[in-house]
């Protein structure tokens, strides 16, 4: 899981999201299975914090650490992303010359 560590989602929070989230894995014995990853900008600050969970490219944006229980639950634990958290965008990709 890919968490923004840009300066915008740090001032919103991104910090403390991935300290509630560690914590949270380490308590349910997790940490080990999952790897959290503090990443730069994401470029879509102004909805931050944001994180990506990998496989599946799950954005999540405007996260809080009132989400951590159920996105560590339902998506790292269960593998479902969480729907009504999840973006229901995704970054434009690259178009092919
Ligand atoms: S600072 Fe997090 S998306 Fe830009």
């Given at each position: 899981?890919?968490?923004?560590?840009?300066?915008?989602?740090?001032?919103?929070?991104?910090?403390?999201?991935?300290?509630?989230?560690?914590?949270?894995?380490?308590?349910?014995?997790?940490?080990?299975?999952?790897?959290?990853?503090s990443?730069?900008?994401?470029?879509?600050?102004?909805?931050?914090?944001n994180?990506?969970?990998?496989?599946?490219?799950?954005?999540?944006?405007?996260?809080?650490?009132?989400?951590?229980?159920?996105?560590?639950?339902?998506?790292?634990?269960?593998?479902?992303?969480?729907?009504?958290?999840?973006?229901?965008?995704?970054?434009?990709?690259?178009?092919?010359?």
């Open positions: 899981m890919l968490v923004c560590g840009g300066g915008d989602c740090k001032k919103r929070g991104s910090k403390e999201f991935r300290k509630a989230l560690k914590k949270e894995l380490r308590d349910k014995g997790m940490l080990g299975d999952v790897r959290v990853d990443t730069g900008c994401l470029g879509l600050c102004k909805h931050g914090p994180a990506v969970v990998y496989p599946g490219g799950t954005w999540y944006v405007g996260l809080t650490q009132r989400d951590v229980p159920e996105i560590v639950e339902r998506h790292l634990e269960g593998g479902e992303p969480v729907q009504e958290l999840a973006a229901r965008f995704h970054p434009r990709k690259k178009k092919r010359k």
